[in-house]
């Protein structure tokens, strides 16, 4: 299902500035449609933590950031710390499918 | 407080039907978006659909049109997604979550479909 790709994984030292891409189209990220960016801890339900690109929700520390240029979107953690090793998942609105949204594929990320 | 209580987990055999809930509580459940997203063990997220609480507007997925029926009931903040004959490709964990930009998330419903 999905058209919006991720590398699988990442991994960076705990201090580290990690990012991930999110690959789109000109008929999603392309086309000006907002992304959101969810963290899923194993075991737990995912946690929205970009909203609207650059957006952080209440509660969300402000070493994460969002950005979008062209097809693309980007998630990027700075200041790498144990407890944000997890998956992360991209989201957008794709107008190809119908009026559909659309997850990336995710990435894993570690700190070593 | 916004939160979103699924139902638990379910054991079905191939071909029985199920219903699984998500309620809603501190928000007006009626003016916001519920969206169904599933995950099959060890693999990423999927968009099932969504569905507009003021009028029952669904949405589906494709791979999802046919398959599953989203619906709400008003009276009780409750939305609902319902299999009429499961197969062992439906085992998943499903989570139900607010708006399209997924602000909040219930803790998802395990549906395991097994002989």
């Known amino acids: 299902q999905s058209v919006l790709t991720q590398a699988p994984s990442v991994s960076g030292a705990p201090g580290e500035r990690v990012t991930i891409s999110c690959s789109g189209s000109?008929?999603?990220?392309?086309?000006?449609?907002?992304v959101h960016w969810y963290q899923q801890v194993p075991g737990r339900a995912p946690k929205l933590l970009i909203y609207?690109?650059?957006n952080r929700p209440s509660g969300v520390p402000d070493r994460f950031s969002g950005s979008r240029s062209g097809t693309s979107a980007s998630l990027a953690i700075a200041g790498l710390q144990a407890e944000d090793e997890a998956d992360y998942y991209c989201?957008?609105?794709?107008?190809?499918?119908?009026?559909?949204?659309?997850f990336g594929s995710g990435t894993k990320v570690t700190v070593l | 407080e916004v939160q979103l209580v699924q139902s638990g987990g379910e054991m079905k055999k191939p071909g029985e039907s199920l219903k699984i809930s998500c309620k809603g509580s501190?928000?007006?459940?009626?003016?916001?978006?519920i969206v169904w997203v599933r995950q099959r063990p060890g693999k990423g997220l999927e968009w099932v659909g969504s569905?507009?609480?003021?009028?029952?507007?669904?949405k589906y997925s494709p791979s999802f049109q046919g398959r599953v029926t989203m619906s709400v009931d008003r009276s009780v903040s409750t939305a609902y997604l319902k299999w009429d004959s499961l197969t062992a490709s439906d085992t998943a964990t499903y989570y139900c979550?607010?708006?399209?930009?997924?602000?909040?998330w219930g803790q998802g419903s395990l549906v395991t479909v097994s002989s």
């Open positions: 609207g690109n650059s």
């Open positions: 569905i507009y609480p003021s009028d029952s507007d669904a």
């Open positions: 989201q957008s609105y794709d107008s190809s499918l119908n009026g559909l949204y659309l």
């Open positions: 501190g928000y007006t459940f009626s003016n916001y978006y």
């Open positions: 979550a607010r708006r399209v930009e997924l602000d909040y």
């Open positions: 000109r008929s999603n990220i392309g086309a000006g449609y907002e």
